[in-house]
């Protein structure tokens, strides 16, 4: 059974605080992203990474950054946390593809930023 | 611009229900990808379909069916006969085509079925 795991399903930090958020998938695939959902935006896209220490900017890649040197294994870190980046975070991996292969998601993170 | 609108923020049905979710997209792209997933109370993501922009088939699954009409960039979800394990917010996705990009969600619909 596929599988992407995240390092915790909830997290409080205080403003200011550097956070990790790891994920973790056993689909050896090559494509791994990273979203936040908020109510009435949907998800948006912060991060991706097609390959082992390959990333790219997403759609509000700000105050993010991300790590990648295992293939299985995608990092998103808030260098400094503040209350504005309180959200559901959500992992994904995929297939390698032009947008075209579905996206396998995390259970999430919830982050509380006090 | 990409874009994915689901309009219906919030639908609530009665068991037994059928009820359809709406989603329109934009996209100047003739190759592309559409994409439904359900997230229930748990959290996470389920995939539910895709379809490619040359396949207007429409598709069913069980009470599940989708409707692609291209003509009017609309990639409509309909739930048969619904039942409370239906109660889910369910995401509509556009794929982006380029080299590797994500999807683009609609802000999603809030179904609640009730007994």
Redesign the interface.
């Known amino acids: 059974d596929v599988k992407v795991t995240q390092s915790s399903r909830y997290l409080v930090k205080r403003t200011g605080e550097k956070v990790f958020l790891e994920c973790v998938q056993d689909m050896d695939h090559e494509n791994m992203f990273w979203y936040r959902q908020d109510p009435g935006l949907g998800l948006r896209l912060i991060y991706f990474s097609y390959d082992v220490k390959m990333k790219e900017k997403g759609d509000i890649p700000e105050g993010y950054s991300v790590s990648r040197e295992k293939k299985e294994r995608f990092s998103l870190i808030l260098e400094s946390a503040s209350t504005n980046q309180t959200s559901m975070y959500l992992c994904a991996s995929s297939l390698p593809g032009l947008g075209v292969n579905e996206q396998f998601f995390g259970p999430g993170t919830r982050l509380t930023v006090l | 611009a990409q874009k994915v609108t689901q309009a219906q923020?919030e639908i609530s049905v009665v068991e037994k229900e059928d009820v359809t979710l709406d989603c329109v997209y934009e996209t100047r792209d003739t190759t592309?990808?559409l994409?439904w997933?359900k997230q229930p109370p748990?959290?996470?993501?389920?995939?539910l379909i895709?379809r490619?922009s040359f396949d207007e088939q429409n598709e069913i699954s069980g009470r599940y069916s989708w409707n692609f009409q291209k003509s009017t960039s609309s990639f409509n979800f309909t739930i048969t006969a619904s039942q409370v394990v239906d109660s889910a917010v369910y995401?509509c996705a556009l794929?982006?085509?380029?080299?590797?990009?994500?999807?683009i969600?609609?802000?999603?619909t809030t179904l609640s079925v009730s007994s």
């Open positions: 923020t592309y990808y994409f997933y748990s959290g996470e993501l389920v995939f895709r490619n995401f794929s982006r085509i380029q080299a590797g990009t994500a999807l969600f609609g802000k999603g």
